[in-house]
């Protein structure tokens, strides 16, 4: 159970997927102008990253491995990142149309999520077990959601501020980035 | 920019989020309604004019996301207006559809390998837990859907030239 805590604590702080490894970067700055779209959008990247994690593994273990063919391995996982993207989007459309209204907008964006298919290559890489792949997985996003909401949060408040105009905007918001990525640097004290 | 807030703004009401639609039919007392789409690049209104229809482009997908609404105002086909939902309905929404799911899927992955410590057992019960955690998020959602939670609002028609930059 502790390796898991640690994993978990490694791999949504220490390794954080933005901010330690700067994967998911365009969706960082795009999409943290206000809380609640960083919400929908953290909870869906979480969703579908955990998803195509325990997709990845298993075809990673029973299709790539048996016959030799890693070299593959990244155009297979953006086909089961794609397809992941598309049963939440089909699936999140069936069980609620009127979720699907509102929240269908962020899917596509998840395709093109590096983070995702960063994740992905991580997991094989490290050849973890199923249970430790989809825990890295899920705290990973865990942690991208984190920060994005993070973002939003300073960003919104941002907004308000009497800030020079060459500043306004996305310059600030990259200085923050920058703020909250030495920030983050500290927890990597944490582990030995 | 440059504003002050005074110490009374009562920052824990819900606010609007305010979207750009545009009617598409009128069916006796009701209105069909095409969001318009929204992104970092600012494109709101040249959505439909900046792709060719077809699967998967973004007119097919805003076709997919239409949406009703009591005609009250006497709206006409291919009028803009402006449509509102309640700043912590898209959270809850997003919870409901993602976060109740993948709860159950990582509760009964959990559980199975406490249990069986088997990657094919933990499989098995993670692939269960997600059918029931849509289950539950259907159930939740349709019980939102009753309340009114779900449903945008008409605010008001929408400007000349007024977009969601302006």
Excluded at chain 1, 163 to 186: E, K, Q
Excluded at chain 2, 45 to 60: P, V
């Amino acid at each position: 159970m502790t390796e898991y805590v640690l994993l978990f604590i490694s791999a949504a702080l220490v390794n954080n997927v933005i901010l330690a490894r700067f994967l998911g970067l365009c969706s960082f700055m795009g999409v943290t102008t206000r809380i609640d779209t960083a919400v929908g959008m953290g909870l869906a990247t979480t969703f579908v990253i955990t998803v195509s994690s325990m997709a990845d593994w298993a075809v990673g273990a029973y299709l790539l491995e048996p016959y030799n063919l890693w070299y593959l391995r990244t155009v297979t996982f953006i086909m089961v990142i794609a397809a992941a993207v598309q049963f939440t989007e089909l699936t999140v459309k069936k069980v609620s149309p009127p979720l699907f209204q509102m929240l269908g907008i962020y899917l596509p964006l998840i395709t093109t999520n590096c983070a995702v298919l960063g994740i992905a290559i991580l997991l094989v890489e490290h050849k973890m077990s199923f249970i430790e792949a989809t825990v890295f997985g899920f705290s990973s996003s865990v942690g991208y959601s984190l920060v994005m909401v993070m973002m939003a949060g300073l960003r919104e408040r941002l907004a308000l501020a009497d800030v020079p105009r060459l500043f306004a905007g996305p310059p600030n918001g990259f200085i923050v980035a920058s703020l909250l990525a030495l920030a983050f640097m500290g927890f990597s004290g944490m582990t030995s | 920019m440059g504003e002050t807030m005074d110490s009374l703004t009562d920052y824990s009401a819900p606010t609007l989020i305010e979207g750009f639609a545009q009617v598409v039919a009128v069916e006796g007392k009701m209105a069909w309604l095409v969001p318009e789409q929204t992104s970092s690049c600012g494109g709101c209104s040249s959505a439909a004019a900046c792709s060719s229809k077809g699967i998967g482009t973004i007119s097919t997908r805003l076709e997919a996301r239409r949406f009703q609404l009591v005609n009250d105002a006497g709206l006409r086909v291919g009028e803009r207006v402006v449509v509102g939902i309640r700043e912590n309905a898209l959270v809850r929404a997003s919870i409901t559809a993602y976060a109740i799911p993948l709860a159950v899927l990582m509760l009964a992955g959990a559980l199975a390998q406490w249990i069986a410590g088997s990657d094919f057992v933990t499989m098995a019960a993670m692939i269960s837990g997600l059918v029931l955690g849509l289950w539950l998020a259907r159930l939740r959602s349709e019980r939102m859907m009753l309340k009114g939670e779900l449903a945008p609002r008409f605010l008001r028609r929408a400007g000349m030239g007024e977009t969601c930059n302006s």
